[in-house]
């Protein structure tokens, strides 16, 4: 028996956990996590094959069902959501349609809010309709509107806060409450805030979904997901499909991500800090118009967001004066920002949402969305504060 077995993990602070949780130390005695590469299991004779195979007795079959350092990484995410089960995912969108597909059925409906992740809007509206899954869209923070659109065959409210690009805030308690009155289970899209800087299971969400390629990797290597939750709707309903549909998360990449996880809080305090630097000097630039920031008291839910997450987020978005031409402008002209949509990186990036994230809307759809033309998504890295202000104030010119 190793000396981690005995660990009751729940009574450590998230750092504690973040870095040993979940590991089950070989008979070499390794301290690093390994990986295990290996696609199938040996058995110790036909008995227990037949006892493995028949759900009788616990343990590894093949990698598509379990592997050990795929299990590390569930066990410890498990953890820092607080939540009682985690299972990994190939990626963000395979959680999301796996969490989808073990859940909802023909004639059930769904409730999300308007401004998630693209492919996830595609995922419902494009996919889950073909097998009669209605998806109603509202606006993240209008309560009401989420309660009108619940229905009797409703059976997820979807959310992801903040939003993505605008920095939206909605009260996850309040939604969780509609969830309970409504009889129905809330799903929260963790990705922008991790559970370094917000839980939402405590708030009282039943599932918690990550794209791990974003911060929980957070050096940009490698595309992974998760699906946080109770033991209940895991294991019964959503771990039978994911098993069977196979979108598992590969054991190298769980390496990768366990790494990551280590770093994840700190890494989170570093991203806020940038970040809210970044957002009070934009506020203060003659050619910006508006700076979207949940850490800046001119944000409209700034006391929301001060309740329920831990800082800011390392994401700001912000509208340049003179609409296209003018954002281009500054892309163009930094030398320092990575132009690309991908996001929660060290190396800070900055995007055009209107021409690339969300350039398939049309120019109504776009101002519905509150998608101006000069707007700029950053998310916010780990380089001096001064090097990344100073590419964007040459970005911005005189
Ligand atoms: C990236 C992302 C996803 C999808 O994750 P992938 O790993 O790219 O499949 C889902 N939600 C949010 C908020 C994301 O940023």
């Known amino acids: 028996m190793n000396q981690e077995d005995k660990v009751d993990w729940k009574a450590f602070g998230l750092q504690t956990q973040s870095v040993r949780a979940g590991q089950k130390r070989t008979p070499e005695n390794e301290h690093s996590d ?17 006892a493995r195979f028949a759900g009788e007795e616990p343990g590894n079959i093949y990698s598509r069902f379990t592997n050990p350092t795929v299990r590390t990484f569930e066990e ?8 009682e089960r985690c299972i990994a995912t190939a990626s963000g ?7 989808a597909m073990g859940l909802l059925k023909a004639g059930d409906h769904l409730v999300c809010s308007r401004a998630v992740f693209g492919n996830t809007v595609l995922l419902f509206k494009n996919f889950f309709t073909k097998f009669g899954v209605d998806t109603t869209f509202v606006d993240l923070t209008d309560l009401d509107a989420w309660e009108r659109a619940i229905r009797p065959t409703t059976r997820l409210l979807f959310l992801e806060t903040p939003s ?9 308690a309040a939604v969780a409450q ?55 709707l895991l294991d019964k309903e959503i771990y039978p499909f994911l098993r069977t549909g196979g979108a598992a998360m590969s054991p ?18 570093a991203h806020c800090r940038n970040a809210l630097e970044l957002a009070r000097w934009l506020e203060n630039h003659p050619r910006v118009e508006r700076v979207y920031y949940p850490g800046l008291p001119s944000h409209p839910q700034y006391d929301l967001a001060r309740r329920q997450q831990k800082g800011g987020g390392g994401i700001v978005s912000f509208v340049v ?11 163009d002209r930094t030398r320092l920002l990575s132009i690309t949509a991908n996001l929660g990186d060290v190396k800070t990036t900055i995007t055009h949402p209107a021409t690339t994230t969300h350039g398939r809307l049309s120019p109504e759809e776009r101002a519905e969305a509150g ?5 700029l998504r950053i998310s916010v890295g780990l380089e001096d504060i001064d090097d990344i202000v100073a590419d964007l104030d040459r970005g911005l010119g005189k």
């Open 34 to 50: 390994p990986i295990f590469v290996t696609s199938s299991y040996v058995f110790a004779n036909a008995r227990q094959a037949q």
């Open 76 to 83: 410890r995410l498990a953890l820092m959501e607080g939540g």
């Open 93 to 99: 969108m395979a959680a999301i349609m796996s969490l």
């Open 164 to 172: 993505n690009p605008l920095t939206e805030i909605v009260d996850i």
């Open 178 to 232: 509609l969830a309970r009155t409504h009889d129905c289970l809330l799903v929260v899209d963790n990705v922008f805030c991790t559970p370094a800087l917000q839980r939402p299971l405590q708030l009282g969400a039943d599932i918690v979904v990550h794209s791990a390629t974003k911060y929980l990797d957070g050096q940009g290597r490698c595309v992974g997901g998760a699906i946080v939750g109770s033991e209940a």
């Open 252 to 269: 190298f990449n769980a390496w990768v991500f366990l790494t990551g996880l280590e770093t994840l809080a700190i890494r989170m305090e």
């Open 321 to 331: 004066k003179g609409g296209r031409q003018a954002a281009w402008n500054v892309i």
């Open 371 to 375: 998608i101006d033309d000069g707007l």
